[in-house]
């Protein structure tokens, strides 16, 4: 549970931003595990946790449209 604590501390739009990095991420892990071996392969799974976990935190704040904005924080990321 030290997880949920740890992500329920954080402000919404930190946890924005962490899930950003955690999809990228996992993105990259999905490419690697294609390309080449992985180095640890319960790394997909832990990502996908930690993704499924922010989430969580969101909708119980009562946050709307996390795809939207996701969307949104991709595309500025984008125009930099």
């Known amino acids: 549970m030290a997880k949920m604590e740890t992500f329920r501390a954080l402000k919404t739009d930190e946890l924005h931003h962490e899930l950003e990095r955690l999809r990228r991420h996992l993105f990259d892990l999905r490419a690697q595990a294609v390309t080449e071996k992985l ?8 990502a996908r946790r930690d993704i499924a976990r922010i989430l969580t935190v969101l ?22």
């Not at 180095?39 to 832990?46: M, S």
């Not at 909708?59 to 930099?80: F, K, W």
């Open 39 to 46: 180095a640890d392969p319960t790394q997909l799974g832990k």
């Open 59 to 80: 909708r119980e704040r009562g946050e709307q449209n996390i795809e939207q904005h996701q969307a949104h924080l991709t595309a500025a990321a984008a125009r930099r």
